[in-house]
């Protein structure tokens, strides 16, 4: 037998069997290199996450890959743009009904896509190690992804402040439902998102944003958007709607002491039948602080009020604005006393005390 024929078949073997070999060795080194839950690799818990449709499996996959946080948060990210490869859609279409079923994905991409957006909301600043991926999705051609990417920075906090340039952009451009998440999702960085203000006060002027979703996303930066004031004032006198009228009286008590041109207005609302709008609007008068002192005989009436939680708003206001609430004194002494529900006798006990530590340090002066 010709010697020069046998050995190029065992040269070829040779070759297969190393590159098996490498392979293997590399698979393994990769696959040791990865974080372990349980005994389990990363990957597999990433493979259960998008395989297995029983909500056991995966909630036990969601636990892992939230422990795993740090490697596994930029890899969650991804499947935020999860899209099933177009290939295996073609084959399957031409495929005989047989084969189609077993080519099916147990899960579908939109529902993978969705266990995504859920563990990274679970994660939340743990989730850090995704923001580079996450900006890369804001700039998605699908609305939908782009919107996930926009909660799931949002979930993270101020640690995604690197993606402030990239949401102002959105600010910019977006629909209308993505502009509504990009706000909340600028208030929720904080102060390093400063720079997206004016964006955020022109889009309110022009009424691209509702101006209750600017003025808490402003305030969580840390600017007080006294622009929003005659805005608002114009909103809680036209509002019909309890619920609508809370909202906006919440938000004026978040600007606080520049909010004070609204006071009037906020009194007038006190008359709302809604109890809890009642309330509501007790809390943002004390938010505004001692610039609300026009609001103390109404305030005083409401101590009064048959449900507690408007009296102990009620009380806690007076106690916000200070040495004018002097006259609410008496009335906040029986409360202290003789309220049937602990915090209002609480609030009451501690608006005694603000008021006259404040009139204190007033004579003092």
């Given at each position: 037998?010709?010697?020069?024929?046998?050995?190029?078949?065992?040269?070829?073997?040779?070759?297969?069997?190393?590159?098996?070999?490498?392979?293997?060795?590399?698979?393994?080194?990769?696959?040791?290199?990865?974080?372990?839950?349980?005994?389990?690799?990363?990957?597999?818990?990433?493979?259960?996450?998008?395989?297995?449709?029983?909500?056991?499996?995966?909630?036990?996959?969601?636990?892992?890959?939230?422990?795993?946080?740090?490697?596994?948060?930029?890899?969650?990210?991804?499947?935020?743009?999860?899209?099933?490869?177009?290939?295996?859609?073609?084959?399957?279409?031409?495929?005989?009904?047989?084969?189609?079923?077993?080519?099916?994905?147990?899960?579908?991409?939109?529902?993978?896509?969705?266990?995504?957006?859920?563990?990274?909301?679970?994660?939340?600043?743990?989730?850090?190690?995704?923001?580079?991926?996450?900006?890369?999705?804001?700039?998605?051609?699908?609305?939908?992804?782009?919107?996930?990417?926009?909660?799931?920075?949002?979930?993270?906090?101020?640690?995604?402040?690197?993606?402030?340039?990239?949401?102002?952009?959105?600010?910019?451009?977006?629909?209308?439902?993505?502009?509504?998440?990009?706000?909340?999702?600028?208030?929720?960085?904080?102060?390093?998102?400063?720079?997206?203000?004016?964006?955020?006060?022109?889009?309110?002027?022009?009424?691209?944003?509702?101006?209750?979703?600017?003025?808490?996303?402003?305030?969580?930066?840390?600017?007080?958007?006294?622009?929003?004031?005659?805005?608002?004032?114009?909103?809680?006198?036209?509002?019909?709607?309890?619920f609508a009228r809370s909202a906006t009286a919440s938000c004026l008590g978040l600007i606080g002491a520049d909010a004070a041109p609204a006071v009037p207005a906020l009194i007038d609302a006190l008359r709302?039948?809604?109890?809890?709008?009642?309330?509501?609007?007790?809390?943002?008068?004390?938010?505004?602080?001692?610039?609300?002192?026009?609001?103390?005989?109404?305030l005083t009436q409401l101590l009064n009020d048959e449900w507690w939680y408007v009296r102990q708003n009620s009380a806690a206001a007076l106690g916000k604005i200070g040495r004018d609430g002097n006259p609410?004194?008496?009335?906040?002494?029986?409360?202290?006393?003789?309220?049937?529900?602990?915090?209002?006798?609480?609030?009451?006990?501690?608006?005694?005390?603000?008021?006259?530590?404040?009139?204190?340090?007033?004579?003092?002066?």
């Amino acid at each position: 037998m010709n010697r020069r024929h046998l050995s190029i078949p065992i040269c070829r073997t040779g070759v297969i069997s190393g590159v098996l070999l490498l392979s293997v060795a590399l698979f393994s080194a990769l696959w040791k290199s990865q974080p372990v839950y349980q005994g389990r690799a990363l990957s597999f818990w990433l493979n259960e996450l998008k395989s297995q449709p029983g909500q056991r499996e995966y909630l036990r996959a969601k636990a892992a890959l939230v422990h795993l946080s740090d490697a596994a948060a930029p890899r969650v990210a991804r499947l935020l743009n999860y899209r099933e490869s177009e290939l295996l859609t073609v084959i399957r279409s031409k495929a005989p009904p047989a084969a189609a079923r077993i080519l099916t994905p147990k899960l579908d991409a939109r529902m993978i896509r969705a266990r995504g957006f859920d563990v990274l909301r679970e994660m939340g600043t743990n989730a850090s190690p995704a923001v580079p991926a996450l900006v890369h999705l804001l700039e998605s051609p699908d609305s939908i992804t782009r919107g996930e990417a926009i909660r799931g920075l949002g979930y993270i906090g101020p640690n995604a402040r690197m993606a402030v340039a990239s949401l102002i952009a959105l600010l910019e451009k977006d629909s209308k439902e993505n502009k509504m998440e990009t706000a909340p999702t600028l208030g929720a960085i904080g102060p390093a998102a400063r720079p997206a203000v004016p964006f955020l006060v022109s889009s309110m002027k022009k009424n691209e944003l509702p101006t209750i979703v600017a003025v808490r996303a402003l305030v969580r930066i840390g600017y007080s958007p006294k622009e929003a004031v005659p805005l608002l004032i114009a909103q809680l006198r036209a509002d019909t709607n309890s619920f609508a009228r809370s909202a906006t009286a919440s938000c004026l008590g978040l600007i606080g002491a520049d909010a004070a041109p609204a006071v009037p207005a906020l009194i007038d609302a006190l008359r709302d039948p809604e109890s809890r709008t009642r309330a509501h609007i007790a809390l943002a008068l004390g938010q505004i602080g001692p610039d609300a002192s026009g609001a103390v005989p109404v305030l005083t009436q409401l101590l009064n009020d048959e449900w507690w939680y408007v009296r102990q708003n009620s009380a806690a206001a007076l106690g916000k604005i200070g040495r004018d609430g002097n006259p609410a004194l008496p009335m906040l002494a029986i409360l202290e006393q003789h309220d049937p529900n602990e915090d209002v006798r609480n609030a009451a006990a501690e608006a005694i005390g603000l008021i006259r530590s404040d009139s204190k340090e007033s004579s003092g002066r």
